[in-house]
């Protein structure tokens, strides 16, 4: 099911990607902006559906088309993911804590340049590690008496404009933003970003050969911009 608003600007629209029907845009020019991260998968989510028929449905059980960003690949996935019917409330959110020191290949190539430490140390410039799995949800009301928030969820076949949003928001706490080669992958918001200047240190410029004074840009989440 593609969304009836453009997924760039959020504009009301019926113009769809010819190719994958995926996606909407309201224009050329949002299309235009989503292009370098729409192609990965464009194109691949025709033949995916092809060649790999959704899995026969099982007891209690259906499988959902989703995302996969691969923990050793710079190429994101689609995939099957099959998902349990639950009767019975397990809690809002999962909350999973594993110990994975390896950083998400995929993720780092599509937001690369944006650091989530203030400092730009190499190791930590961006917080995804292990295989990252996206999926789409829609809630709806259960209307069934129950004391809690009333709202239940149920998974459906993720879109090419769930693949944007999914981007926007693992981008969306970077603290810094420093390229050599221009990002087009990630969209960010320019009205909480702020120019500024990094001042190398002595170490920077000596073993990693960086520039004495380097344009950066700067969120609204990070220290120097909250401190009075």
Request: glycine share 6%; net charge positive; hydrophobic share 35%.
């Given at each position: ?10 504009k009301?629209?019926?113009?769809k990607?010819g ?6 845009y309201?224009?050329?020019e949002?299309?235009?902006?989503d ?6 998968l ?78 730009g140390?190499?190791?930590s ?12 949800s ?9 004391e ?18 999914a981007?926007t928001?693992?981008?969306s706490r ?37 520039a004495q ?13 909250m401190k009075?």
């Amino acid at each position: 099911m593609t969304d009836k608003k453009c997924i760039i600007c959020n504009k009301d629209t019926t113009c769809k990607c010819g190719t994958c029907k995926s996606a909407a845009y309201c224009s050329f020019e949002c299309q235009k902006l989503d292009i370098p991260l729409h192609k990965i998968l464009c194109t691949k989510l025709v033949d995916f559906l092809k060649n790999n028929p959704r899995p026969a449905d099982e007891y209690l059980s259906r499988y959902k088309l989703g995302i996969l960003f691969p923990v050793d690949s710079k190429i994101a996935e689609l995939i099957w993911v099959k998902n349990k019917i639950l009767f019975e409330e397990v809690g809002k959110h999962w909350e999973v804590w594993p110990k994975l020191n390896k950083q998400n290949e995929c993720l780092g190539h599509l937001l690369h340049g944006y650091q989530w430490t203030g400092g730009g140390n190499p190791i930590s410039e961006h917080k995804w590690s292990g295989n990252v799995v996206v999926l789409r949800s829609r809630s709806y009301d259960k209307n069934d008496g129950d004391e809690d928030d009333g709202r239940s969820k149920v998974y459906e076949d993720i879109t090419l404009a769930d693949f944007r949003s999914a981007l926007t928001y693992m981008g969306s706490r970077a603290l810094l933003y420093e390229y050599e080669k221009e990002n087009r992958f990630f969209i960010r918001d320019e009205r909480k970003w702020a120019k500024g200047v990094k001042i190398s240190c002595v170490g920077d410029m000596d073993v990693l050969g960086k520039a004495q004074y380097r344009d950066v840009m700067i969120s609204w989440f990070h220290d120097i911009q909250m401190k009075p």
